[in-house]
């Protein structure tokens, strides 16, 4: 009887973890926006400020872990980390004034959407090398669907039973599930327990200083921060983007199922390509499709207009994620795996952070959307003409063997 690969256990696991940032994302705090305004008394302006500087600085969270991953291994980060997370949502659902609020934001935003997601992607990458492509969209697919199975769940009991029951079963969740999840199951990658690697590249690899010195680190980690930047600020703004163009709350609905629907669509299908084609090649058309939905936008009348937008958006996007995701392991190694996510991971903060302050500046200067989605459009156009000049790195071009020290 043939053996399960212990990998996709831990593939399961983290994609668990990943679901675990839900307290940490723009998402997920919006689950618990209005009814937390209400309770606290707060302005929209002064939330909306609090979370902007607390996104900018929990990026720095994706920067310390994964200097913490290379060294301790994902099973020590992983249970430290959600741990901490559930500590701070624990005490986040008994907050009373702005200051607590405040910090609380920032370490949900450090811990959860920074550190917490670098941990998840790093360990599919430590365990995966030949078959990273299949096993990021796998990995992509389960926590697509570990979102669709949170949201509705989490957002009933706030409608029940108000926020803070909700961060509270959530932080308790984090604590009493994950950290013990991570701590029993999860190992640092096939060497460490005697397993078979899937490759022949476990040692071997680019130090950071290396891999950010490439040109495919910057157009794949600048690809996915305009992705995650228009995202951001879409997810925030998109009902009132939709009215603009002339359609009810409604459509607004229905067209968040269709980007999640075309989104998983574009996890298989990018997973499925990325063995068939050169990753370039591929991120230059994905963007390819972000930018003509973006262009699109503006023009759009009619609802079969806005659900082709949509699908463009979760087409063109859920490859972008997937190529994300194991881009990194494939072109770099192992190693140096956690630092070098790391850095690609505080990029993306950093731009889903701005997204939304840019698109409210546009509409405020131009009384319209339409100038920001066509700078937009022109950016991530440009950025894929760029992947195609770009040669993707592997980590047997790397200098020598890299050593943890």
């Given amino acids: 009887m043939a053996r399960i690969y212990y990998g996709w256990i831990v593939l399961g696991i983290a994609a668990l973890a990943m679901v675990g940032t839900l307290p940490g994302r723009t998402q997920g705090l919006g689950l618990v926006t209005e009814p937390l305004l209400a309770d606290l008394q707060i302005d929209r302006v002064t939330y909306a400020t609090l979370n902007f500087w607390a996104t900018l600085i929990g990026a720095a969270g994706a920067l310390g872990v994964g200097r913490a991953i290379d060294r301790s ?60 492509d299949t096993a990021m ?149 994905s963007l390819a499709i972000l930018a003509a939905g973006l262009a699109f936008l503006p023009q759009v009348t009619t609802i079969g207009g806005v659900m082709t937008w949509a699908a463009a958006m979760g087409l063109g996007g859920g490859v972008v994620i997937v190529l994300f995701f194991s881009i990194w392991p494939r072109a770099f190694g192992r190693p140096h795996l956690g630092r070098i996510q790391g850095s690609a991971q505080a990029i993306t903060v950093l731009a889903s952070a701005v997204g939304p302050l840019l698109l409210a500046w546009g509409v405020e200067r131009a009384g319209s959307y339409a100038p920001a989605f066509y700078i937009l459009a022109a950016a991530i156009a440009l950025t894929a003409v760029a992947a195609l000049a770009v040669s993707i790195p592997t980590p047997a071009r790397a200098r020598a063997p890299v050593t943890l020290t």
């Fill in 73 to 132: 291994g994902s099973r020590t980060v992983l249970t430290v980390v959600a741990f901490a997370l559930g500590a701070v949502v624990i005490a986040m659902s008994r907050v009373t004034g702005v200051v607590a609020l405040a910090i609380a934001l920032t370490l949900t935003r450090a811990i959860g959407q920074s550190a917490l997601s670098v941990v998840s992607l790093a360990m599919v990458g430590q365990w995966f090398t030949r078959r990273i």
């Fill in 137 to 285: 969209a796998a990995f992509t697919i389960v926590m697509s669907v570990g979102f669709m199975i949170a949201f509705p769940v989490v957002g009933a009991m706030v409608q029940a039973r108000g926020w803070r029951a909700a961060w509270l079963a959530i932080g308790v969740a984090l604590v009493a599930v994950l950290a013990p999840l991570a701590w029993l199951f999860v190992r640092r990658g096939p060497e460490a327990i005697g397993v078979a690697a899937d490759g022949d590249e476990a040692r071997t690899g680019y130090a950071w200083r290396e891999a950010i010195g490439t040109g495919a680190f910057w157009i794949f980690a600048i690809g996915a921060a305009l992705y995650g930047l228009v995202a951001s600020g879409i997810g925030l703004f998109n009902e009132s983007i939709l009215a603009e163009r002339g359609f009810g709350p409604e459509v607004y609905y229905q067209t968040l199922v269709v980007t999640a629907l075309t989104a998983l669509v574009g996890n298989f299908g990018g997973g499925w390509l990325a063995r068939k084609m050169a990753l370039e090649r591929l991120l230059a058309g």
